[in-house]
């Protein structure tokens, strides 16, 4: 096929993430013209149901006035000032502010930066100045999980859990550790996943006594493994995760760049499942994703340390941008005003969670499993599970064959993924399955 002269653009100049360029530019690069709602549109004039929200980001849907109006107003009011220099600006103290009124009880004080990735990027630096500060500067390890996603940095890569991210860059950095994650059907554990996840927990602390207590500076967990396969913690294992770490005076950092801003029907899973987390790392929904910002908090102690600490080295030009603060705010105003948590816990989430279970009994469905507005299926061919191999991608497979019939959701290796906007009606909800199973359909003809 021909290129459109955009396309050919595209293809001479820009670099994606996460793409395999010559598949991409081989058709022709898919690009996204307009949007409202939970629909997009592309330059072929199509009408997509976004069935990810961007990517696990637009929480509050396309096209809000009340975020672009807030981003006008203070663009012409003060377009940009920096943190630096013992200054800020109005909207970084009134989110900051709002941030800690909602955040778990202990966690009261913010860090802007840019993205997710630079949210757990500002953590792990931070809680290297704390351990330091606290006479203890033999704590530089970081566990985290296989399966774990936490972003694209040199450090928060190292960090991540997936071979599709860390074996290109030759990563991880040493001092970063991965424990098993409580993905029971990649494990074929499925029949137990509350006794894997407990295998998980045990695991994890034969690792913290092998590599010594007093070397592991914080654990850091999704409460749900997002990009890593949506996986749900089954039940007893957060709460145990958190014990293991106060068990062993370790931080407790709870990545909530996904999981955040009402995906599960609560403000953050640290709430929900009484995390009580030392650190909580924030992006996507905090402004769903009208403008970037990210965002780390830290416990009262944490905070106290640092800021007694001497000049606090660390910081983006962008840090605390008044306009991304002020979007946000109005993000997080609609959330409220429009009752979106509450409607996610009592209402599309539950209905999202039946549609996706009515799946399960498909030929071509392996596993089901989400919590709130996240979903996953694991994908099976003809052959059953155990004729799955390494390149088999059904995941790529269906979400293109789903895209055919007007619904976008992510393939991640041979399962597809779904987390719409928290404004998604049930008839919106309706059609994305009615693609979902056209997909799955189309998967075994």
Not at 164 to 188: E, K, Q, R, V
Not at 195 to 200: D, E, K, T, V
Not at 384 to 406: D, F, H, Q, Y
Request: glycine share 8%; hydrophobic share 40%; charged share 20%.
């Amino acid at each position: 096929m021909s290129l459109t002269p955009l396309q050919q653009l595209d293809a001479a100049n820009h670099l994606h993430p996460f793409t395999n360029h010559d598949d991409m530019h081989r058709l022709g690069t898919h690009i996204i013209t307009e949007a409202s709602g939970v629909w997009v549109r592309d330059a072929e004039g199509r009408r997509l149901l976004d069935g990810l929200a961007g990517l696990w980001a637009v929480n509050i849907g396309y096209g809000r006035r009340e975020v672009v109006n807030a981003v006008a107003e203070q663009m012409t009011r003060l377009s940009y000032y920096p943190s630096f220099f013992n200054s800020t600006t109005e909207p970084a103290i009134r989110l900051a502010a709002k941030l800690a009124e909602l955040a778990p009880a202990r966690l009261n004080h913010t860090m802007f930066c840019n993205s997710g990735s630079e949210a757990n990027e500002t953590a792990l630096k931070l809680i290297r100045a704390y351990w330091k500060l606290k006479g203890q500067p033999a704590r530089t390890k970081i566990i985290t999980r296989e399966f774990a996603y936490h972003g694209v940095t040199i450090a928060t890569t190292s960090m991540t859990g997936l071979p599709s991210c860390t074996a290109p860059f030759d990563l991880p950095l040493p001092g970063f550790i991965h424990a098993p994650g409580p993905n029971a059907w990649a494990a074929n554990r499925e029949a137990d996943p509350e006794a894997y996840g407990q295998w998980c927990v045990e695991e994890t602390e034969r690792i913290i006594q092998r590599e010594s207590p007093d070397t592991i500076a914080a654990i850091f967990a999704e409460p749900v493994q997002g990009a890593g396969g949506v996986i749900p913690p089954p039940p007893g294992y957060l709460r145990a995760l958190r014990q293991l770490a106060r068990k062993y005076n370790i931080l407790f950092a709870a990545d909530e760049v996904i999981t955040g801003f009402g995906r599960l029907g609560a403000w953050f899973a640290s709430n929900l499942w009484d995390l009580d987390p030392d650190l909580m790392c924030l992006a996507k929904g905090l402004t769903s994703g009208y403008i970037p910002l990210g965002a780390t908090m830290v416990s009262d102690e944490i905070a106290a340390t640092l800021k007694h600490g001497g000049y606090l080295a660390h910081g983006f030009t962008y840090s605390g941008h008044p306009v991304s603060c002020a979007a946000a705010l109005a993000n997080i105003a609609v959330l409220e005003s429009e009752h979106l948590i509450e409607r996610v816990r009592d209402d599309v989430g539950p209905y999202f969670q039946r549609k996706f279970a009515d799946l399960a009994t498909h030929p071509a469905v392996g596993q089901v499993r989400g919590e709130g507005l996240i979903g996953a299926i694991e994908l099976l061919p003809p052959g059953g599970k155990s004729a799955l191999t390494p390149t088999s991608m059904l995941g790529v497979k269906a979400s293109n064959l789903i895209r055919e019939k007007g619904v976008i959701v992510r393939g991640i290796r041979d399962l597809i993924a779904a987390a719409p906007p928290l404004t998604i009606t049930h008839e919106e909800l309706d059609i994305l399955f009615a693609a979902i199973r056209a997909g799955l359909d189309g998967m075994w003809k």
